[in-house]
């Protein structure tokens, strides 16, 4: 039996729980069924086709698996989850975590990509920032909000740590599936401690 590419594995993670996150979002600002397929939509594949468009490859948004991932978590969670108080849903736990496991999911992607492609120290950066990023922007602007990466606390900043923490193990060699593995715990940790502690980046005024 053929064994799934873990790239896929790791995107079809953070499909869904991008997926999650752009539900809830959307479900804070009153949109409709419609509104809501949309922007979650947004938030777990737009990232992505960036990415895919600047790799110059089709992106993974036109194959079937990924869109249909997204789709029918749309529709699982709709089911299951009883939306209420939409003001204060960005600050609960679910979102919280659903979107970090989707951002570390995709800056993990998107620095691989980039390594595998031998793009610089700067090119690694970037891919790996417009992955996790690039899908919750558009979103945000689509809704009319100031994207989340200006104004939340210590936010991009994981994506930065991320695609430099692989770069190190790739140029010492030590990367592998464990320590891609042990990357994504961390960063996860580290964003959920950040978020409870408040941790966040100085700021001019």
Do not use: C
Not at 65 to 87: E, G, Q, S, W
Not at 137 to 163: E, H, T
């Amino acid at each position: 039996m053929p064994q799934l590419d873990p790239l896929i594995l790791v995107d079809i993670l953070g499909i869904i729980a991008f997926t999650i996150s752009g539900f809830l979002v959307g479900a804070r600002n009153h949109l409709d069924i419609l509104g809501l397929i949309i922007a979650a939509s947004l938030t777990a594949l737009g990232g992505g086709i960036v990415r895919d468009t600047i790799l110059s490859v089709t992106p993974f948004a036109f194959k079937t698996l990924y869109p249909a991932t997204a789709l029918f978590t749309v529709i699982f969670f709709a089911l299951l989850l009883k939306i209420h108080k939409y003001d204060s849903i960005e600050k609960r736990w679910l979102f919280v975590v659903s979107d970090t496991i989707g951002l570390v999911a995709f800056s993990i992607t998107g620095a691989l990509l980039a390594i595998n492609a031998e793009y610089n120290f700067f090119g690694v950066i970037i891919l790996s920032f417009i992955t996790a990023m690039g899908g919750g922007v558009i979103r945000d602007i689509l809704i009319n909000q100031v994207p989340a990466i200006l104004i939340s606390d210590f936010y991009g900043s994981i994506s930065v740590i991320v695609s430099i923490l692989l770069l190190l193990l790739h140029v010492s060699s030590f990367l592998n599936q464990t320590t891609i593995i042990l990357v994504a715990i961390f960063s996860i940790a580290l964003r959920l401690l950040a978020y409870r502690q408040k941790w966040h980046l100085p700021k001019m005024i």
